[in-house]
């Protein structure tokens, strides 16, 4: 046997099969490298690696075709990604294949060439694009959510919000549920909930809207659309916290997108900051607001102009009308000579 022999060909001459049968034992799952199963037909394997193969072994579902995920840092511990929006971070629904713990899970593989466990550190609503995280070991994932609970994780998010936020404010108010089966509400201190701290600077005035920066100061579920309801600014698209049919434009999902995340690498301790600009969808809701004027009442009419040299405009004489046929004559003023009347046009004939 020669060396460096793909183990499809080497289960090819292992079976006495067809090649493409070959390749299917293997993405099934039914070949072993090395006591391992396998599960890359092209993986190349030597005299010295042991195949075998074993039809009893349960068979592997090959895995969905899922869209691809932007990688922003991967490492033996860590990836970051760039979420995209209306995607959920892990299944919700028992046959929910699309995930992004699915693309992440599938761009690792491709990347590293074997299969890797996904671990979450932190969570985005389905609707909400940005930089995430995820753990490649349990060991990374302790270390990461225990800097997450001592707020060593710095986390920014850009958001499309309703009217003129004027100037940066700290939000220190509670988040709870002030009766239950009701929505998220931002409490008074000491009112119950878990502890929420947020703070949001303006980036952009645009009159009928505002491109806020929220920085976090805790991380609880809805925070930055919590608090910025309370405000009276609420995110664009959010039909939870405000309502979108009073927004100056429609958003087409949540205008909220998760810009920076920074933190320190479980293993090494160095400090990692990754940034994400507004996606394309939230670009195009920006521009439609700059173009976006209030209704205007109709302006007053101007004032004709004075002519100079008079304090007042010297009015104009009237314009004396045509006498037509078959009127009635004006009365002649006094002193004025008579007037003289034309010849009737004789009819022909």
Do not use: W
Not at 114 to 142: K, N, W
């Amino acid at each position: 046997m020669s060396e460096g022999l793909r183990l499809a060909r080497r289960v090819q001459v292992l079976l006495g099969c067809s090649y493409t049968r070959a390749k299917h034992e293997v993405e099934v799952g039914h070949v072993l490298v090395n006591g391992n199963v396998a599960g890359d037909p092209g993986q190349t394997v030597t005299d010295s690696d042991e195949v075998a193969h074993n039809a009893s072994l349960p068979r592997r579902r090959r895995p969905p075709a899922l869209p691809p995920i932007v990688i922003l840092h991967l490492d033996q511990d860590v990836v970051v990604v760039d979420k995209p929006a209306g995607v959920v971070v892990h299944p919700t629904l028992a046959q929910e294949e699309d995930t992004v713990m699915a693309r992440v899970a599938a761009a690792v593989e491709r990347q590293v060439g074997e299969h890797r466990r996904i671990f979450v550190v932190h969570r985005l609503d389905r609707d909400t694009s940005g930089v995430m995280m995820f753990a490649l070991s349990s060991q990374a994932a302790q270390n990461l959510q225990a800097q997450l609970r001592v707020h060593r994780i710095e986390r920014r998010y850009h958001a499309l919000v309703g009217g003129d936020f004027t100037e940066a404010v700290e939000v220190d108010r509670s988040i709870g549920r002030p009766r239950p089966g009701a929505r998220r509400a931002a409490l008074g201190p000491g009112k119950g909930g878990q502890a929420a701290l947020t703070t949001f600077t303006p980036i952009r005035r645009l009159g009928v809207a505002t491109l806020v920066e929220a920085n976090l100061g805790t991380g609880r579920t809805h925070q930055v659309r919590v608090h910025l309801s309370y405000l009276g600014h609420p995110v664009l698209g959010d039909s939870v916290y405000g309502d979108p049919r009073k927004d100056p434009v429609q958003a087409p999902r949540l205008a909220l997108h998760a810009a920076l995340l920074s933190f320190n690498h479980p293993r090494t301790g160095a400090r990692l900051s990754f940034t994400s600009h507004l996606p394309a969808d939230l670009l195009r809701v920006l521009r439609m607001l700059r173009q976006h004027k209030p209704s205007e009442q109709p302006a007053a009419p101007t004032p004709r102009p004075r002519r100079r040299g008079s304090e007042e405009a010297t009015p104009r004489p009237p314009r004396r009308r045509p006498h037509l046929p078959g009127a009635p004559s004006a009365p002649t003023p006094p002193g004025a000579p008579p007037r003289r009347r034309l010849p009737r046009a004789r009819r022909p004939g």
